[in-house]
């Protein structure tokens, strides 16, 4: 059997990222202008919410059981006695750093990049502004499904990070004047396209309430040894968990 030739070049990738495989999906916009097309979701609904709690050690971002799935959150938990800590004492700190651990909603499209077509679908991450924008669009019947793949339309997308210290980055969102058809001549299979469109929340890990009590645990002692890591995680499983999590976060910030 020849050698697999798609698979020596995927696990050289994995060697020079120190065992991380290369994730080439997930899609962020450079300085300026570039124009995407959102595409057409199976379900119907091409612009999708999630929940992330951040702030939480070097975790980029957690999803968050309860707002995602219903199930019980100790970030959530722990967050919510935090501000209401200092509400009570009128801890202007401990309301900071509750707003800090508060879950934050991000919003996921599937997209092509226009002059990128041979990368197949992306997935790009967006802020509120640009969602409720996309969303105006869609409801205005000048513009109406522009994920249509034959009477949609592409949008012009700039993306600006201001050189103000501790300013966002900011989304403006145009469509094209014109209709267009989703795929062309660089885009030979439009179906195969849309079919390739990937399980958005999979692209994310899922974690059990347990998991996140454990990625709290180290957040919260993060001074102290993998050892006492599993010692404090026991005992913040049980009842007193939150409360005695706040009051050493507290006499930490102090």
């Not at 707002?67 to 959150?73: V, Y």
Request: contains cysteine; glycine residues 6%.
């Amino acid at each position: 059997m020849a050698i697999n030739l798609d698979l020596m070049r995927k696990k050289l990738g994995v060697s020079k990222n120190n065992g991380k495989v290369e994730d080439n999906t997930k899609w962020r916009p450079t300085e300026g202008d570039q124009t995407v097309r959102i595409l057409p979701a199976p379900d119907g609904d091409p612009f999708k919410e999630f929940h992330f709690h951040y702030n939480v050690g070097k975790n980029p971002g957690i999803l968050c059981p309860k707002r995602n799935h219903g199930e019980e959150c100790p970030i959530c938990d722990f967050a919510s006695k935090l501000w209401r800590e200092g509400v009570e004492n009128n801890d202007d700190t401990a309301k900071r750093e509750a707003k800090k651990l508060f879950a934050r909603k991000r919003y996921y499209s599937p997209i092509v990049v226009r002059g990128e077509e041979s990368k197949g679908v992306r997935v790009w991450a967006y802020g509120k502004t640009a969602y409720e924008t996309l969303l105006s669009y869609v409801l205005d019947p000048d513009y109406g499904d522009i994920t249509h793949p034959e009477t949609g339309t592409d949008i012009v997308l700039n993306y600006h990070v201001p050189g103000t210290p501790g300013s966002f980055p900011k989304t403006s969102l145009k469509p094209r004047r014109r209709p267009s058809v989703l795929c062309d001549d660089d885009v030979a299979d439009c179906d195969e396209l849309i079919s390739s469109i990937p399980e958005i929340e999979t692209l994310f890990q899922r974690h059990t309430t347990s998991d996140v009590q454990v990625l709290l645990d180290d957040y919260l002692s993060s001074d102290v040894t993998s050892e006492s890591h599993s010692r404090e995680s026991e005992r913040y499983n049980k009842k007193a968990t939150v409360d005695d999590a706040l009051k050493n976060f507290l006499n930490q910030e102090s």
